[in-house]
């Protein structure tokens, strides 16, 4: 804006009223009339309003804007974008057709007013910064809503960015904000906070935390105090320590609290005198100046463990009742000093990272307004401001913000439920709009609007449910909810991811918690793309109907379409139209497989992104009632209307969806598939490794909710883990496979198996020439070492180190040899072994070996081992260790490690084991088996090993297929469009191979396998990148590419190798010879134009984003989604390839050590300008 610098009074005249304002500053001494910022108002202050006086110049200027908006100022849809105020200060009405506003200083012109439009003088007008675009609305652009708002293309970044109101011309400034490099090289306006305005306070930018839209600004904020910083970062302690804090802003002053209230001026100022802390403290600081606006609050919890395990009934500073609710507070002792615990509990409670939730006391658990003692209340009106830390015991950076939180849940939120679920909100009002964090790792989101801290509920301690079917507090186990999420992502969809934290309350020990994301539309947006408003999110619980996010039309219509029938052709994909029918089919064949009981009236997620050809998904949600029976639970038939099964159901009709589901059942229950007992079992033991020490501080904290003796690991806890995993995971697939061949979702007829060179192989790496075979489908049980088999075995109480579980070089001629049962104390043990001779000091380990030998090993297509044992044991298959363990606990296994907990009587377990730990000829199983104490009454062993062999079966059923992925059946005809086997198939490119059977008119279900044929793992590396091309005018963006190599000796083809990261392309049947190159391009007619001697070979263009000018990482994957490489290039590696038309070359392609692409040192600058494809 172009106004006088005197110009007080915001009208760009220099007059009266300006000297008015400047006659009251002048009394005051400070103000806006400090033109110079010198020694306040004053005579040379005066002078440069005086040189301007009676100047009047016609100006628009960006008045005031917010670009972060929380429901501070509704557009005429009800909704809160970003907006922007346009002030027209002369005393003649200014006409904004042709005028522009921007956010791109190299666009002036992104978006323009339309006729019609018009500021009278003095007036205001606001323009909502939404990115409404034309693509979305192509009959209303530039948008106008209800209320008479127009919206713009783009949206504000809270972050900071560039902003202008640009002349007709397109060309000339009228105003702009370009003052503040918010971003390297970047220039703009400072980042922002939600509900505070930034604009003109005369000639001034100020902050206004009392915005004024459509009115003038008032005073506003000179800046923002910088943040505070600490002496001690948050951690644990365990010793006294004294911090100190700081501010970078000069002359602010530090505030703050150690009662978990957010600091204010009247609290303790901190001067010189370090704050000291000597037990577990939550320091909240806030610095604050006059002028300024205070900076946001900053907490750091010192965690004290020795304070921790003694947490008192009644801590100093907490209520005594929650509204009526006698409190829990306390660590039990019966717990915290029982011998099996007190040793470890330290340790225990430093095992998975920590959560620190900090607030105000009263808003947690004051009478009226606390959100822990009225638990029932929801809604914003239940919000309260927080702070919320990630800390890891090593030290790792974690993370703090400021966050609303809220109690969550449905039954679990009860108040006498004293152990309640928080569900954390990140919105401006309270500090970052996200939380910016990798919390669940690199293959989930990184940015979330929300975070649920379970507490799993019916799944746990403190949740009183003795009275349901086949689940009781005696039976939690606390992870398996987080299985059934983990289990939804494994069958190769988008699922809620968590993990698990011990959770501290303003510095009390809370617990153990599993934070996770919650599947709505925020959620959606982050994996399937687009605006979380664009998206429709369900949640049903019988009765009501709700949508937590957009509205019911779209589900409703779901519904109205399967409840008209979809028996046909017709309606099936007119169902399909709403519904992602695969995504269904899995989510009710999990659903299935569990048994879970309390589904799907209740307890589940649906969203759908509201665009043609966008379809509902559905995610797994508060599934605590599985894992509990291997028979009964028969899920097949569960149909609720509004729900998901009853879409399910009604799409049974249909004998396309019936096959439909067939596939999918083999694709997940057969062949290593992700519902397979070994899967499944692999999944729940990595999630019980994880809490194994973390439960023991859930068991002291509220193991005794129910009162009487407490829960605990030993007793409760490990009993039902092992029940799930070596009896429930073994045998419930059976079963299962029972209710859908008897619900006809799964043929009586096998589908077809797969050999490789005769040798059974299911997918995976083969050599160049390898013949691929096929047979109908059987399978033989083989005993490989019977029950009663000779072991040889020591029994000296001696420490055996690990060698002993290998073959060769390890020596055990000298045991002695035994047939199973082996074992004392029992009286019918077929061979005695010692207990070392001392009742009161019994040997703990008693070792076994045993030599078997197996031919065709290939051919196995699973192992089940049967052990019998008192009291624990582990066992080992060629040196790999077969899990779970038996009544063992997680960790190093030494000679003197006791067993988990005490057995009353020896029993048989069964395990599923991968038959890839067989040799071709010799093997060895090994066991050690582990009493529970050394004045243990009895040791047991006995042992069986089965294995699953595939037995082709000659003859009989036709099979068809294909190699290029399509299905060998014709859908809806029954038509075979594959080809016949007949003989073994030579493999020369990596292909998908699909097959069925075919008895008469029916079908078998699909098997399908991919087969990476040749070492294009080993051979093929990325050697060029040009992620930016010269720069306009002399370059074309679209000019990228990349290049790759055949480093090997072979030729390889690149037939399914795709990019999984940074650009999206998969390679078709493409040879490349030994030396060769071949390159991927981002546009080819302008990688034609720019490289016209080019005569290599173009793969083709890859889709997706561009590659990143400023670096991001790249993946290559083989066919079989094995890793070629995976690293991250960056731009500062070499400053001419970023947009000098160089390109980043790799110094040495035939390095055989892909990791070191990642490194600076591996890459320079191509010789040539435009690089050398």
């Keep these: 804006m172009d106004c006088p610098e005197g110009d007080l009074y915001p009208d760009c005249e220099i007059n009266l009223l300006d000297l008015q304002i400047f006659a009251v500053q002048w009394l005051d001494g400070s103000g806006t009339a400090d033109f110079d910022g010198q020694n306040g108002v004053n005579n040379a202050d005066f002078v440069v309003l005086a040189q301007d006086w009676g100047e009047k110049r016609i100006a628009l200027s960006l008045n005031e804007f917010m670009a972060s908006n929380n429901n501070f100022l509704l557009d005429g849809s009800g909704e809160s974008s970003d907006w922007i105020e346009i002030h027209n200060a002369p005393s003649a009405p200014i006409d904004m057709e042709g005028y522009y506003l921007t956010d791109d200083p190299c666009e002036l012109t992104k978006w323009q007013f ?4 018009t500021i009278d003088a003095g007036c205001f007008l606001i323009v909502f910064a939404s990115g409404k675009n034309q693509v979305d609305y192509p009959v209303n652009y530039p948008y106008l809503d209800p209320g008479d708002y127009y919206h713009t293309n783009f949206k504000l970044s809270a972050g900071g960015e560039y902003l202008a109101l640009v002349e007709p011309d397109g060309q000339t400034i009228a105003h702009e904000y370009n003052g503040y490099e918010f971003d390297d090289g970047k220039f703009g306006f400072p980042p922002q906070e939600t509900n505070v305005s930034y604009g003109l306070y005369g000639q001034q930018i100020r902050y206004f935390g009392f915005p004024t839209p459509g009115l003038p600004n008032n005073d506003g904020y000179i800046e923002i105090v910088g943040d505070t910083s600490f002496s001690h970062d948050r951690g644990f302690y365990d010793a006294p320590f004294d911090v100190v804090m700081a501010c970078e ?14 600091p204010t001026e009247t609290d303790p100022c901190f001067v010189a005198t370090p704050v000291t802390i000597a037990t577990t403290t939550c320091l909240r600081a806030k610095a604050f100046k006059p002028g300024w606006m205070p900076s946001n609050s900053d907490t750091q919890t010192y965690i004290f463990l020795t304070d921790v395990i003694e947490q008192p009934t009644n801590p100093t500073g907490f209520p005594s009742s929650w509204d009526g609710v006698t409190t829990d507070y306390e660590m039990d002792p019966d717990v915290v000093d029982a011998a099996a615990y007190s040793g470890g509990i330290i340790d225990d409670l430093k095992s998975i990272p920590t959560m620190s939730l900090v607030l105000d006391v009263d808003d947690l658990f004051g009478e009226t307004d606390g959100i822990y003692a009225n638990p029932l209340n929801d809604g914003v009106e239940w919000e309260r401001p927080s702070s919320i830390e990630l800390i890891y015991p090593d030290g790792s950076e974690g993370f703090q913000v400021n966050a609303g939180v809220r109690i969550l849940g449905a039954h679990g939120r009860r108040p006498e439920h004293k152990k309640h679920s928080f569900r954390l909100l990140f919105k401006g009002e309270y500090g970052p709009t996200k939380l910016s964090y990798p919390l669940f790792g690199d293959d989930a989101a990184d940015e979330f609007d929300t975070i649920v801290l379970r507490a799993s509920g019916n799944d746990s301690w403190h949740v009183l449910n003795e009275n349901a079917p086949f689940h009781t507090c005696a039976n939690a186990q606390f992870i398996r909810d987080e299985w059934m999420r983990s289990s939804q992502i494994a069958m190769g969809h988008v699922g809620s991811h968590g993990t698990f934290v011990h959770l501290y309350v303003n510095g009390l020990y809370w617990g153990l918690y599993n ?13 399937y793309g687009g605006d979380k408003d664009e998206y429709d999110a369900i949640k049903i619980s019988l009765p009501s109907r709700e949508a937590v996010d957009g509205d019911l039309n779209a589900w409703e219509t779901a519904h109205d379409i399967a409840n008209a029938g979809v028996s046909d052709q017709t309606g099936y994909e007119a169902l399909a139209e709403y519904v992602d029918i695969i995504n269904l089919t899995d989510y009710f064949l999990l659903y299935v497989y569990t048994g879970e009981g309390d589904w799907d009236n209740n307890n589940w997620y649906a969203a759908r992104r509201r665009v043609d050809g966008e379809t509902f998904k559905f995610f797994v949600w508060d599934a605590e009632f599985t894992n509990l029976r291997v028979d009964g639970l028969n899920m097949v038939n569960t149909n609720y209307a509004d729900c998901p099964s009853r879409l399910f159901q009604q799409l049974r009709a249909n004998p396309e969806f019936r096959l439909l589901a067939a596939d999918r059942v083999h694709k997940h229950m057969f062949n290593d598939g992700a519902l397979t007992s070994a899967s499944n079992l692999a999944r729940y033991q990595q999630l019980a490794d994880t809490i194994y020490q973390a439960i023991v501080g859930e068991s002291a904290r509220w193991g005794d909710h129910g009162g009487g003796s407490p829960y605990t690991r030993d007793d409760h806890w490990i009993p039902e883990r092992d029940r799930i995993l070596n009896s429930h995971f073994p045998a419930r697939l059976e079963n299962v496979l029972g209710y859908l061949r008897g619900g006809n979702l799964y043929p009586y007829l096998d589908a077809p198996i797969f050999f490789i060179d005769n040798q059974y192989q299911h997918g995976g790496s083969v050599a160049t020439g390898a013949a691929l075979s096929m047979a109908n489908g059987g399978s033989s049980m083989v005993t490989i070492v019977p029950e009663g088999a000779d072991w040889r075995y020591l029994d000296d109480g001696s420490d055996q180190g690990t060698a002993w579980r290998y073959d060769a070089p390890y020596d055990d001629s000298a045991w002695a040899v ?22 009161s000091y019994k040997h703990v380990t008693t070792y076994f070996r ?5 031919s065709d090993v290939s051919n196995y297509e699973g192992l089940t081992v049967k052990l019998f044992r008192d009291d624990g044991g582990v066992i080992y298959l060629n040196g790999a260790e077969i899990l779970p363990r038996s009544n063992m606990p997680s960790g190093e296994i030494l000679y003197d490690t006791f067993a988990d907990s005490v057995v009353p009587e020896a029993a048989w377990f069964e395990y599923e084991v991968d038959a890839s730990l067989l040799n071709e000829g010799d093997n060895l199983i090994a066991v050690e088996i582990h009493q529970v104490s050394r004045t243990s009454s009895d040791v047991s062993f006995n042992l069986s090993l089965t294995g699953d062999l595939i037995v082709p079966i000659l003859g009989g059923n036709t099979i068809y297929y294909t190699l290029d992925g399509t299905d060998p059946r014709q859908a809806w005809t029954g038509a075979v469009i594959g080809t016949e086997y007949t003989s073994p198939i030579t493999l020369t490119e990596s292909v998908r191979v699909k097959a069925r059977a075919k008895d008469g008119s029916t079908w078998s279900a699909l098997n399908e396998a991919v087969y990476s044929v040749g070492p294009v793992a080993q051979n093929l590396r990325i050697t060029e990148i040009m992620y930016h091309p010269q720069d306009v005018p002399d370059g074309d963006p679209n000019a990228e590419f990349i290049e790759l190599k055949n480093i090997g000796a072979e030729i390889i083809n ?12 998969t390679f078709g049947d493409t040879d490349l010879a030994a030396g060769d190159y071949v390159v991927v391009v981002r546009e080819q007619s302008t990688f034609d134009l720019q490289y016209p001697t080019f005569s290599g070979t173009i ?8 590659l990143d000018n400023g670096g991001e990482r790249i993946e290559l994957q083989d066919a079989i989604g094995q890793t070629i490489q995976d690293f991250k290039y960056k731009d500062g590696w070499r400053d001419i390839t ?4 160089y390109s980043l070359r790799i110094n040495d392609p035939t390095n055989t050590d892909p990791n070191t692409w990642g490194y600076k040192t591996s890459w320079g600058a191509s010789p040539y300008l435009l690089g050398s494809p």
């Design 114 to 117: 339309p006729a019609d439009v």
């Design 515 to 527: 934070p996770l994301e919650r599947p709505a539309a925020s959620f959606a947006a982050s994996y």
């Design 1099 to 1106: 793969a083709g263009e890859y889709t997706g984003s561009s």
């Design 249 to 262: 802003t000069e002359g602010a002053t530090i505030h703050y609290t150690l009662n978990g209230s957010e």
């Design 1138 to 1141: 970023d947009g000098q038309g």
């Design 1054 to 1065: 690149l037939n399914l190798v795709s990019f999984t990261n940074g650009i999206d392309f």
């Design 850 to 854: 045993h030599h078997f030998t197996v």
């Design 818 to 839: 035994g047939p199973a049962e082996l074992g004392y104390g029992d009286g019918d043990e077929a061979t005695v072994v010692s207990d070392g001779g001392n009742p």
